[in-house]
Nanobody, 112 residues
Framework: QVQLVESGGGLVQPGGSLRLSCAAS????????MSWYRQAPGKEREIVAW????????SYVDSVKGRFTISRDNAKNTVYLQMNGLRPEDTAVYYC?????WGQGTQVTVSS
């Protein structure tokens, strides 16, 4: 079955950086579009970024453009989210999604 395991979250000061990873298994990773979502307390889950199977197409929500970078390594069945210039409003649980399946999420907290 599809398994998605996120890691890399934590507490970081404003302006700091984190790199999230999502290790995937149970499907043909190299043919799947991968996405990162986030859900802040009291808010709906929103898409942050997605990347096509080859990495040739990428898209970001406007609020993270220029700060976040999504990438993937098809040899490692892993998708990444490099987050720079973090802001308090980026605080959320970040989820990986593939083929309609979700990971368990990883908490990102941006606070001084």
């Amino acid at each position: 079955q599809v398994q998605l395991v996120e890691s890399g979250g934590g507490l970081v000061q404003p302006g700091g950086s984190l790199r999230l990873s999502c290790a995937a298994s149970g499907f043909t990773f190299s043919t799947a579009t991968m996405s990162w979502y986030r859900q802040a307390p009291g808010k709906e889950r929103e898409i942050v970024a997605w990347i096509s199977s080859t990495g040739g197409s990428i898209s970001y929500v406007d609020s993270v453009k220029g700060r976040f970078t999504i990438s993937r390594d098809n040899a490692k069945n892993t998708v990444y989210l490099q987050m720079n210039g973090l802001r308090p409003e980026d605080t959320a649980v970040y989820y990986c999604k593939a083929l309609g399946n979700w990971g368990q999420g990883t908490q990102v907290t941006v606070s001084s």
